[in-house]
């Protein structure tokens, strides 16, 4: 009696004793496992498991993953709509830190041990911690639009929390550290140091700021653009980096008349007049800047505090007034609530010293309470013949 008939692949024996499945694809063409069995009873559950993601619509070509993962990326970075920044900072980690080990891999041979693996060499080699982490996103990043594009079944980047970039906390400068820093550095520079510390703006939004932006009456500046610097020196005018970044932020009354002052002073004429100029006449490049900043910070004698982190002071600052997280986000600029819930966290803590401050002097208070109470309740003791009726 003749066998039954297989409905789905064909199994055959090798002469080696081993089984090879094949079966015949959505695309008409003949696949064969990629390996051999050693019982046709795993060659026949190969072929079932194949037939069943046939039947899902999970099927995808085992060729469309023989491309190597170089030009693949390249493309990738490519094909996206992304600032010059922004793809420059991609083709630095592609070139410097993916390609060297991945560049001629093929994306269906890049496994979780592979990246692992790359991983752990690249910090054993003293590559940052942040440089790594920025490159594993990409990476990730990458795979997922191969997954997405049906090369590859599943994305090789699974290690959890390798793309989380930990940045250590930078200092916060007080109120009177940003007015001494104002002080202390070039008079045109003053209302920018000042509007960083109690705007919170950028350096990049503060450099790209037109009179048009200030509107003096309503005491407020709109963001729409910031300045960024390339790596090759050339300079790119550009949105800010989300749809929040473009806001509108109230400026301190504390500073509006310093402001005024600086507009009639050092700010280009016209409605597009650049708020702040050099003393030449063009944009602050910002290594230029950081000598003036330097400067100011050692006359001031305040050490260890970058430009930015005055940014975090307005940030503090907001966060101290009880202001919401959705308030915090729309001044800082922020389309998560991530940030802000960090400063309001810093300001609760704040708030907890606070408290513990008043419970101290209010246990002080009640002691010295205690004590007058005690002492007017005591009897004064009768002197010698006192009598009583």
């Known amino acids: ?58 099927w995808h070509d085992p060729d469309a993953g023989k491309v190597e993962f170089g030009p693949y990326a390249s493309d990738w970075i490519t094909e996206r709509e992304l600032t010059a920044t922004t793809r420059q900072l991609y083709r630095s980690l592609l070139h410097h830190h993916l390609v060297p080990t991945f560049g001629a891999v093929v994306l269906a041979e890049i496994s979780p041990p592979a990246v692992r693996r790359w991983r752990a060499d690249k910090l054993a080699s003293g590559t940052g911690p942040t440089t790594v982490a920025k490159a594993y996103a990409l990476l990730r990043a990458i795979l997922g639009t191969a997954v997405g594009d049906q090369m590859i079944r599943r994305n090789p980047c699974t290690i959890k929390g390798a793309s989380t970039v930990h940045t250590p906390e930078r200092p916060t400068a007080t109120v009177q550290e940003v007015y001494a820093l104002a002080q202390a550095i070039q008079p045109r520079y003053r209302v920018l140091v000042l509007m960083a510390g109690f705007l919170g703006l950028r350096w990049g939004e503060l450099v790209g700021l037109h009179r048009r932006d200030i509107d003096l009456d309503h005491g407020s500046v709109r963001v729409r653009r910031a300045v960024a610097e390339l790596a090759n020196g050339q300079r790119e005018i550009k949105a800010p980096k989300s749809a929040a970044g473009k806001r509108t932020v109230a400026i301190p009354a504390a500073i509006l008349g310093e402001l005024r002052d600086h507009l009639e002073r ?42 930015h982190d005055l940014r975090h002071t307005g940030n503090t600052l907001a966060a101290s007034t009880g202001a919401s997280t959705r308030e915090l986000m729309a001044r800082m600029g922020h389309s998560t609530a991530r940030a802000a819930l960090i400063y ?33 309740d005591r009897k004064p003791k009768g002197h010698a013949g006192d009598t009583t009726g």
């Open 1 to 58: 009696m003749a066998g039954k008939r297989r409905q789905f692949g064909r199994v055959r024996k090798l002469p080696s004793g081993h089984y090879q499945a094949r079966y015949l694809g959505p695309d008409g063409l003949l696949r064969p496992a990629p390996e051999t069995f050693r019982t046709k009873r795993d060659a026949d559950d190969w072929l079932a498991d194949k037939q069943s993601e046939l039947r899902r619509g999970d």
């Open 266 to 307: 050092f700010a280009e004429p016209g409605a597009d007049g650049r708020v702040f100029i050099g003393a030449k006449g063009a944009t602050p490049r910002r290594n230029h800047f950081n000598r003036l900043w330097h400067k100011a910070c050692a006359d001031a004698g305040i050490k260890g505090l970058h430009f």
């Open 344 to 376: 309001q966290h810093a300001s609760a803590d704040r708030d907890r010293l606070i408290a513990d401050a008043v419970s101290d002097l209010v246990k002080k208070g009640r002691k010295a309470t205690g004590k007058r109470a005690k002492n007017k």
